[in-house]
């Protein structure tokens, strides 16, 4: 059994997902350390036999296609089999964007970070296992319908 590690850095946000209206960009020099402070901790704790069966998967969004953040997943470790990637700005493919967008269905929006914080932990608590690894287990699928497509939607 291998374990792929979804990557989502978005935000989520009182005026909605990825602070769409704040225009907040990573790019290769922003997300490196964003990974150094959250990947590379949680990495850390894990087990060795654990580790061994880490596959990191990403988007191919500039700021993940950089070269500085090849190198820094390369030194931990993430490379050829190890290092999935697919294409940029394709959230159907993504497990955890899927399951965050019924956080702001109907275009909702939060008065407060309590409110949202409630709302995420909410859905965290009532979402099915079964709808988590139906998605996860798809994922082979609706990549193989991309390439089959040549990343058309």
Request: hydrophobic share 40%; net charge negative.
């Amino acid at each position: 059994m291998k374990f792929v590690p979804f990557t989502d850095e978005s935000r989520a946000s009182l005026d909605g997902p990825d602070d769409w209206a704040k225009a907040c960009v990573f790019n290769g020099g922003t997300y490196c350390p964003f990974l150094k402070n959250s990947l590379e901790p949680w990495l850390d704790n894990l087990p060795l036999a654990t580790l061994k069966k880490i596959i990191f998967m990403h988007d191919n969004a500039p700021s993940h296609a950089a070269k500085a953040t090849t190198q820094f997943l390369h030194s931990l470790g993430f490379v050829n089999e190890t290092l999935m990637v697919w294409p940029p700005n394709s959230p159907d493919l993504i497990p955890i964007e899927i399951i965050k967008r019924h956080i702001y269905v109907n275009d909702k929006q939060y008065l407060s970070k309590h409110d949202l914080w409630m709302a995420i932990k909410e859905l965290a608590a009532t979402i099915p296992k079964s709808t988590i690894e139906k998605l996860t287990d798809s994922v082979n699928d609706r990549l193989f319908e991309v390439i089959e497509r040549q990343g058309a939607c």
